[in-house]
């Protein structure tokens, strides 16, 4: 009965708005439940499969802080260091904070850095109407948006919250610099290959052709169109959608560049929570929690969100053309992932997002309920 039900919680999104959803629970068993519903190509009717990678947005923050804390533990970096302190003063010039954020308030986004993606510009360039979707973007490119006089602090380095998409830039950044290699590369040492994530890249650094990707859809509602705008190249679909396929999430880079699947996302989630990728000591000080936005604690990478069926910890993600969204309960032995082809990024009030389908509805009691059945 479970099965059935999950797979009806999963459908019925499809309903309200989004092209197409795929999910994935595993337990310590591995993973026993996976489904897909709606479509990859709304045009020619594909459904989407389990085999589709998705772009997961913000989720890409978790596996960066699971690299950071582990040159932490290897003694090549420690939390208290500065973007300054490594990078150097031309890299981070004109960047406000760069010069008295530490590297753990980037990650629990203390830091007090203008983001980059609240610049008009930005998003204008990288997710409106003047995109250039075929562009591969330089890594540093989107701090420019943010340096100097215009874009001052947002607050003292430690005294409030507020999410930053330059905090990860400058994270990466840190990455290739500590260990004179790319970040592609250390993700791929370090987590896609020893976890065996068939489905995983960081899109625009890595070519990955044998990987089936399905089309990008976007929420065109009135608030994307005045604050974004629309390219030329993006066709309008039916249902307030728009076809953002072609572009790419180089633009993200650190901050939320990886393409993945729901079922590798829970493999990765079983080894993070399980203590396969970092030490005891790394773990607890990445779920560090503080007080960050209604009903969701920040750590490190992290998030604590605060459910009617407990406590959740996760992220979620949404870039242009992708929302996602993965969690483990803390109690139990429930890992959970949800993706969609469809972004909301900009767009204010939309139908629904991955994340609606994995924090908001039945979907987390019954994952629960399915995954106590193997416990």
Known sequence: MSNTLLNAEIERFGEI??????AAIATRKGVIWSHSAGFADLTDHVPMTQDHALGIGSITKTFVSVLVFQLVQEGRLTLEATPSSILGSSIVEGIANADSATIEQLMNHTAGVPSWEDDPAWIRDARGKNIEPPRTWDKYAPLDYIRGPGHPALFPAGQSFSYSNTNFTLLGLIIEHVTASSLQFELRR????????????LEGFEERD?????????YATDTFRQTAGIADSFCEQSHGLIDVTGSNLSVEWAAGGIVSSPRDLVRFGLALRDGKLLSTGMQDRMRTWISARPNADAGCGLFRFDTKDGFLNGHNGSVLGFTASFWWAETGDCVAAVLANVGSMHAGVIPAGASDVALNGNFPALARVHANRYT
């Open 17 to 22: 708005g989004i092209p197409g959803v795929s």
């Open 190 to 201: 370090r987590i896609i290959e020893p976890l065996e994530l068939t489905h995983t890249y």
């Open 210 to 218: 044998s990987i089936q990707l399905p089309r990008r859809y976007h």
